[in-house]
């Protein structure tokens, strides 16, 4: 089964507002939380990372929050912008073991 | 700054043909990975190898082999490919087991007519 999930394929947020990806787990072991982002044509990049000792990391206008009751970590993204327009593709793994299980990917629309 | 660079962009096989997929990286990483990209399903994790002459499967390791023939490349095989079948495959690279942070290349595009 999917390990890691992104239960939105798609999210459309306007200009200036508050963008909120979201991505579920499975394995209990799974101890580093990652969001990539890729534009379309480009390779995804490493957008913020957190481990499992902390429930938030802010970086800038992005947040992330785990869950790990709940097995569950989201991304937010404040202020979004037309050029935060991409694919956010969550991972997960466990520490040491540099196996990262990826989700589906969210496809972001920010709206002028 | 390093690059990871995989070989072809695209490339164009029959049913049932053998194809190589290439990747070389400059970082001077332990691990490189392959992971195969489809429409819908993410990226799925095909193998990896933590040092030259490693292999590690991942979770779509059927239907493909892999060599670490040195440390800066990582080539991916498919043993014989499925009629129809398209998707993009990833290379990527870590420094080590303990740094997660993986670096993509831009991805090998396969047809199979």
């Known amino acids: 089964g999917q390990q890691v999930k992104q239960s939105s394929p798609s999210l459309t947020v306007q200009e200036g507002g508050i963008s909120i990806l979201n991505c579920d787990y499975e394995?209990?072991?799974?101890?580093?939380f990652a969001w990539y982002k890729k534009y379309p044509d480009n390779s995804p990049t490493l957008l913020i990372s957190?481990?499992?000792?902390?429930d938030k990391r802010e970086d800038g206008r992005l947040t992330v929050f785990l869950n790990k009751s709940g097995k569950h970590f989201s991304l937010h993204i404040t202020a979004s912008q037309p050029e935060d327009t991409a694919v956010y593709l969550c991972?997960?793994?466990?520490?040491?073991?540099?196996?990262?299980?990826f989700g589906q990917g969210t496809v972001l629309s920010v709206i002028p | 700054g390093g690059i990871i660079t995989q070989t072809p962009k695209f490339l164009i096989g029959q049913e049932g043909q053998k194809l190589t997929l290439k990747c070389q990286q400059n970082f001077n990483h332990d691990t490189m990975y392959w992971y195969r990209q489809d429409s819908g399903k993410g990226l799925r994790l095909i193998y990896y190898s933590i040092t030259e002459n490693d292999l590690q499967k991942g979770d779509l390791s059927e239907g493909y082999d892999a060599s670490r023939e040195k440390k800066s490349s990582f080539s991916l095989t498919v043993t014989s490919a499925q009629k129809n079948e398209m998707a993009v495959f990833l290379c990527?690279?870590?420094?080590?087991?303990?740094?997660?942070?993986?670096?993509f290349g831009h991805g090998t595009k396969l047809s199979v007519l």
């Open positions: 957190v481990r499992s000792n902390v």
């Open positions: 990527a690279s870590s420094r080590d087991r303990a740094n997660e942070r993986l670096f």
């Open positions: 991972a997960a793994g466990t520490g040491g073991n540099n196996k990262l299980t």
């Open positions: 394995n209990d072991m799974f101890d580093y």
